[in-house]
């Protein structure tokens, strides 16, 4: 995909959704580092029911230490490997405590030194809490950039930065967001929904569906 087909596709990307934001419940940056220790291998629909419960009880790193891990367990157990999740969130907050001062650190350094936070996750923190460029690549977005020839690569790291190199300045603030709902709702795995895509025109992907 050349550079012209690239702002083009973001172009439209932007303007059919000028504010992207995440699925993901939240109000304060705690709530999304939460959320989305909670997300992996698991739908953000499935982590929205739990927080709904959990966050008007808990929602601060000492209201979730006060719980415990037996306390938080029953609030994500719909979730999946949520017993491996209880324990990572439980010592996030204790580390929130009792390094930060309760509060979520806005650098990558110092997310990723938490439990269970991976650079992933950190890109989503950095990126839609506190609104620093960074590319979150989930499998949603590693499909959609070699699939359309936007930023092909064998590695997730690869994808994430060849995304930051080839996205139109303009655009690389929402550019997370665009691709995951592109890929969760049009660029699907299994049968992707060409007829109905924005960007058909510009993508490399040969074998469109049609309608």
């Given at each position: 995909m050349n550079p012209e087909k690239r702002h083009e596709m973001f172009?439209?990307?932007?303007?059919a959704n000028p504010e992207p934001v995440t699925e993901l419940k939240f109000d304060t940056p705690f709530e999304l580092l939460i959320a989305v220790i909670l997300s992996a291998q698991a739908t953000d629909v499935s982590v929205n029911k739990a927080t709904a419960t959990l966050f008007p009880v808990a929602n601060t790193p000492a209201a979730i230490l006060a719980l415990g891990v037996d306390g938080l367990t029953p609030y994500i157990k719909t979730i999946g490997l949520f017993n491996t999740k209880a324990k990572n969130v439980v010592a996030t907050c204790q580390q929130l405590c009792d390094v930060h001062n309760g509060q979520v650190p806005d650098n990558r350094e110092a997310l990723e030194a938490l439990p269970g936070v991976g650079r992933?996750?950190?890109n989503v923190v950095l990126n839609t809490a506190f609104r620093q460029i960074a590319m979150a690549v989930d499998t949603h977005?590693?499909?959609v950039s070699n699939r359309t020839g936007l930023a092909p690569g064998k590695t997730v790291?690869?994808?994430?930065?060849k995304l930051l190199r080839f996205v139109p300045k303009d655009y690389l603030l929402d550019a997370h967001h665009?691709?995951?709902?592109?890929?969760?709702?049009i660029c699907v795995a299994r049968t992707p929904k060409c007829?109905?895509?924005l960007v058909s025109d510009l993508c490399d992907y040969?074998?469109?569906t049609q309608a």
């Open positions: 172009r439209r990307f932007s303007q992933k996750t950190a977005i590693f499909r790291l690869a994808v994430e930065k665009w691709l995951i709902l592109h890929g969760r709702y007829p109905e895509c040969r074998p469109k």
